[in-house]
């Protein structure tokens, strides 16, 4: 393939060749090429096919507005879709996939789409999948997606890695050409804390294009009181204007560093912001202007003196604006032959006219017709004077003015106006704390662009208490002569949105078919809804639907561009927090003695809590049984260290506990423990727990695993917004205190062996009795307290005390097999005892529905008003009942339903009387018992129901009874 | 991403807080009628401009601050400690 390397000049270092792939096909380019640009040195411009009618594409801009030249970049898990290939630097052994094609991108099978475009109008979606809906997954569903798609996801999790940095300054200057370069260097003159992102490797903007750039290294790099973030875009400016931008740290090299993200997402919180985007040449809209070889004048010129390419061989400029004999100067200074400027105004100023040799052909008032060539560009079609003529050539260039690049200063909420002068949008509101300077104001020649920078950057730094003198010049505007006509009607396609293969035609049908609002023409046709959020398109589209409905461009709008700015990776967003990282883990202090025992855990929250401890040939059920049976046979241990545990002191605790609980505390004694509910403000159940009195003024309350950091910012609530005038004060101990439940028949043995001088009688310490102690020289404090309903003690010891205390209890426990159980043996306990827990006080049920509604004391507390209005007392609401199958053989289900006998398997919807919260395998009643809540409650004890279990088709006849199943009378726990 | 001037921490990130909701709706006593409270839990006013709401630094001070934001461009026009005498006087 022809070269289309130009021989000298350029920002590329010809001494390093760079070896990359595209399309399994081996290509060189140097060292500073883009990967666009060195495919179009390498003569290959056909790039990419497009997405509904996959036509052939080429490259269409330099930048991050590129709508066609997308790839899929990397390989496997590393594989990244609709990547602008204008934005990956090129390195060794980069490896591209063109995207959207079947088989190849030169043979497109899909491109028969093209046949069938009638029906692919703006709506086709709506139009053509509509009916029967019955359809749509199986069939239109499978038909849109393989027809119209860009690139492939990766094929497995992500495998690099990606950091989040947050960091303040006074002045964030986002774009480092003229305008942003002036503004950062005087707001960091004036003493201000800057930082400046660039979305390119290199400074400077669009005078980086120049042929001769001026080198802004050496004046701005290695300075303390301005940081530059290269290969960074401000991806958008939300509330109280924090900026997200992603510095591709990574991405330029071929390999990155272990330890290294690939990428990295600033979250950056400026005093001032200084807007200095720049502008974006548009496209003009005629048949076939989306074939491969025609693209924005500002493109070639770049390629051109920049990456050393020519865009052809022989092209024609197609002006509607003075920018392009610039352009046509620049191109023939490289040798680039200009067959024609095709001027599309009637009137061509004579300084424009002057930037340009003589022999230059220019034709006034050209009307483009279209662009001629099969695959790419072979020539133009015109009229002008009256007559068509072909003008041959292989590129053609678009010079269709400029448009601010608003979309940054729109995420803040100010919607951009119309400037008649420019034809362009421009930012309503530019005076602070978001500030805009240079061509995004539309600011357009490049001095004016630095003295607009120095404003801005003075008046940011002087915003942000840095005060500078500022210049008082307003802003320059030169003279431009644009068209603002920017679309020509032909028969053929002519496409405004390029990525989302939005024509002219489309637009026009949509404004006839009444979506005459911006919004809903861009939702009818996709308009600007592709992966470059029409960059290219957005202004053109107005511009046609202006002209459709017979209205002012400034009278239709805009829509409203959104963050973020240019596609980004989902792994950005998510940072370190993925897998297990996602959150942090809470081990308990006794948690390598768990892992040294082989237990399983579970996570609970955040903490990670043993489950069961299986032995040698045991499975999870024999395991759990084995540890159940012995709790109630001998003793068993349990970590309790992730109950909250809530210290609380002051003269007012206990009136505190009282309108925090729904029972009394008042006459509590010193020394005891006593079980309480708390409710929420609407009167259902928040959680419950023991909480014990140390002294007259200090209480040591729990919670449930769960619920700690809820419950804890509960009493927050209560105490400084509903009773600020108690004098209380609490705090978390979760943290500080471990503990142990020792629970069976020989837990008081096992106890009295491990606390010698503890009197652990019955007499000297009853159930509820409460014993501060030490253990190993720290202090312990004893709860004879019990959850599964046998004697049973907790023991709480200082956090780092939990080795030993393990150890001793061992010891102590040893003659009496103490076993080891887990959450899952402590579950099938409780619900023996018919205790509840968050199955139970699941959000939705009151006290009296679990069965506690006798706990409710004549006292004013948080949520009492709520828990007593009509319907939370109505005695046909579901309560807390026990349930044990009536064939002693079946399987009970948790999450299944009460039905009346005769809706079972029928088909139609069935009332629901209620539902199965808990189930266990009893290995102390030998069959499975369950806790629900039914319709009338315990009135219903002795009755019989079906119980159906839809997910695995099952219905189970059970009998209902009372919730207690083991010991009702409690005589155990007192023993 | 907002930014809350905590009375006691100074500037911090709205990821350290936890939204309390309307700052207006205080029942510190069970005795008021239960349609009183009722219309303070549920009907709660979402005006457009000004609202005071409560904002509880749960990783930081664990103090509820009465924000006054706006609820259209989240301008926050002033932090206070809720647990103060004169905001409890007006409630
Ligand atoms: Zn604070």
Redesign the pocket.
């Known amino acids: 393939m022809a070269s289309y390397r130009i021989q000298n000049g350029g920002a590329i270092d010809r001494a390093r060749p760079v070896k990359f792939r595209f399309d399994g096909k081996s290509y060189t380019g140097f060292d500073g090429d883009t990967l666009a640009s060195a495919l179009m040195a390498n003569g290959v411009s056909l790039l990419g096919r497009s997405f509904k009618y996959h036509r052939p594409r080429g490259l269409v801009t330099l930048g991050s507005a590129e709508p066609n030249a997308l790839a899929e970049i990397g390989e496997g898990a590393r594989r990244e879709a609709n990547v602008q290939m204008t934005m990956v630097e090129l390195h060794d052994g980069l490896i591209a996939q063109s995207q959207n094609r079947f088989p190849s991108l030169r043979f497109d099978l899909m491109s028969v789409n093209q046949l069938f475009s009638k029906f692919l109008v703006a709506g086709f979606y709506y139009k053509s999948f509509m009916w029967p809906s019955a359809f749509w997954e199986p069939v239109y569903e499978k038909i849109i997606r393989r027809a119209a798609g860009l690139g492939r996801a990766a094929e497995g999790p992500d495998s690099d890695h990606y950091e989040h940095r947050h960091i303040h300054c006074d002045v964030l200057v986002i774009g480092a050409g003229l305008a942003g370069i002036s503004a950062a260097q005087t707001a960091a003159a004036a003493g201000s804390r800057v930082l400046m992102l660039e979305e390119h490797a290199w400074l400077g903007g669009v005078s980086a294009y120049d042929d001769d750039p001026v080198d802004f290294t050496a004046q701005l790099d290695g300075r303390d009181d301005l940081q530059i973030l290269r290969r960074t875009t401000a991806l958008g400016i939300y509330d109280h204007n924090v900026v997200l931008a992603l510095e591709r740290s990574g991405d330029h090299l071929g390999e990155i560093a272990d330890g290294h993200p690939r990428q990295r997402l600033w979250i950056i919180r400026p005093k001032q912001i200084v807007v200095a985007a720049g502008a974006l040449e548009r496209p003009i809209t005629f048949d076939n202007n989306d074939k491969p070889g025609v693209m924005l004048s500002s493109a070639a010129r770049g390629l051109a003196n920049r990456f050393a390419v020519a865009a052809g061989k022989d092209v024609v400029i197609l002006a509607a604006d003075d920018t392009a004999y610039e352009v046509a100067a620049d191109l023939h200074a490289k040798g680039i032959k200009i067959s024609a400027i095709a001027d599309m105004r009637d009137q061509i100023p004579s300084f424009a006219r002057a930037q340009i040799p003589e022999n230059i052909r220019v034709i006034e008032a050209a009307q483009p017709i279209k662009a001629l060539g099969r695959t790419c560009v072979r020539g133009l079609r015109l009229k002008h004077a009256g007559s068509v003529e072909n003008v041959k050539c292989d590129a053609i260039l678009l010079a269709g003015g400029y448009n601010p690049n608003v979309h940054l200063l729109s995420h803040a909420g100010s919607a951009p106006v119309w400037k008649e002068e420019i034809h362009a949008f421009v930012p309503a509101d530019t005076s602070g704390p978001i500030w805009a300077a240079g061509a995004c104001r539309g600011i357009f020649d490049a001095s004016a662009c630095r003295v607009d920078g120095e404003v801005a950057g003075a008046n940011a730094a002087m915003a942000a208490g840095f005060p500078f003198g500022v210049k008082s010049l307003g802003p320059v505007l030169e003279s431009r002569a644009t068209l603002d006509r920017l679309h020509v009607s032909g028969k053929g396609k002519a496409f405004v949105d390029f990525q989302n293969d939005v024509t002219e035609f489309d637009v026009r049908l949509a404004a006839q078919e009444g979506y005459q609002s911006v919004e809903h023409l861009k939702r009818y046709t996709t308009l600007g809804m592709a992966t470059d959020q029409g960059k290219t398109s957005s202004v053109n589209g107005l511009s046609v639907l202006a002209d459709a409905l017979g209205k002012d461009i400034s009278d239709v709008g805009t829509t409203r561009f959104r963050p973020p700015y240019t596609p980004t990776a989902i792994g950005a967003f998510a940072g370190h927090a993925r897998g297990r990282d996602f959150q942090p883990i809470r081990k308990t202090a006794f948690h390598h003695c768990h892992e040294d025992l082989g237990a399983v855990f579970v996570e609970v929250g955040q903490w990670l809590r043993p489950r069961y401890y299986p032995q040698a040939g045991e499975d999870i059920f024999s395991a759990i049984k084995r540890e159940a049976k012995a709790v109630r046979t001998s003793v068993g241990v349990c970590d309790v260290s992730t109950l909250g545990k809530i210290e609380l002191f002051g003269p007012d605790a206990a009136k505190f506990l009282n309108r925090l609980y729904i029972n009394n505390w008042m006459k509590l004694a010193v020394g005891k423990a006593r079980y309480g509910v708390m409710l929420r403000e609407d009167g259902c159940l928040l959680d419950d727990g023991t909480t014990s009195r140390l002294a007259e003024d200090h209480f040591f309350m729990t919670c449930t695993t769960a619920n700690a950091a809820r419950v804890l910012a509960h009493m927050d609530y209560a105490s400084q917004i509903l009773f600020p005038e108690m004098d209380v004060g609490f705090c978390s101990a979760t943290e500080q205190w471990c503990g142990l439940a020792l629970a069976g028949p020989n837990s008081r043995k096992v106890l009295g062996g491990l606390f010698q001088d503890l009197d652990v009688s019955d007499e000297a310490f009853p159930f509820m009795g409460v014993r501060e102690t030490e253990f190993d020289g720290m202090p312990a404090r004893i709860f004879r307290i019990s959850f599964s309903g046998e004697l049973a003690y907790e023991i709480n010891t200082h956090w780092g005390c939990a080795a030993a205390l393990w150890e001793k209890l061992q010891a102590a426990g040893q003659s009496f097999g103490l076993t080891p159980y887990g959450s899952e043996a402590l579950g099938v306990l409780r619900i023996e005892k018919g205790h509840v827990a968050g199955s139970e006080i699941d959000g939705r049920t009151t006290a009296k529905d679990v069965g506690l509604g006798g706990m409710m004391a004549k006292k004013d507390c948080i949520g009492k008003a709520m828990a007593m209005r009509p319907g939370m007392v109505d005695e046909k609401r579901p309560a807390l009942i026990g349930l044990k199958p009536v064939n002693r053989a079946d399987r009970l289900r948790g999450g299944a339903h009460f039905v009346s006998p005769h809706d079972v398997g029928v088909s139609k919807p069935v009332q629901s009387l209620g539902w199965v919260s808990s189930v266990a395998d009893s290995p102390n009643l030998g069959h499975w018992i369950g806790l629900g809540f039914i319709e009338g409650g315990q009135s219903r004890i002795g009755e019989r129901a079906m119980c159906v279990y839809p997910l695995k088709d099952e219905a189970v006849e059970v009998e209902i009874c009372n919730p207690c199943f083991f010991d009702p009378d409690g005589e155990r726990l007192r023993g | 991403m907002h930014q809350i001037n905590?009375?006691?921490?100074?500037p911090?990130d709205e990821n350290?807080f936890s939204y309390q909701g309307d700052a207006n709706c205080r029942i510190a006593t069970q005795s008021k009628a239960p349609e009183e409270i009722e219309d303070l839990l549920y009907f709660r006013p979402n005006p457009k401009g000004l609202h005071k709401e409560y904002w509880h630094?749960v990783s930081?001070?664990?103090?509820y601050?009465i924000v006054e934001r706006h609820t259209l461009t989240h301008e926050i026009r002033s932090a206070r400690l809720a647990r103060s005498p004169q905001n409890q006087e007006q409630s």
């Open positions: 905590c009375p006691w921490c100074g911090r350290e630094h930081g001070c664990r103090q601050i």
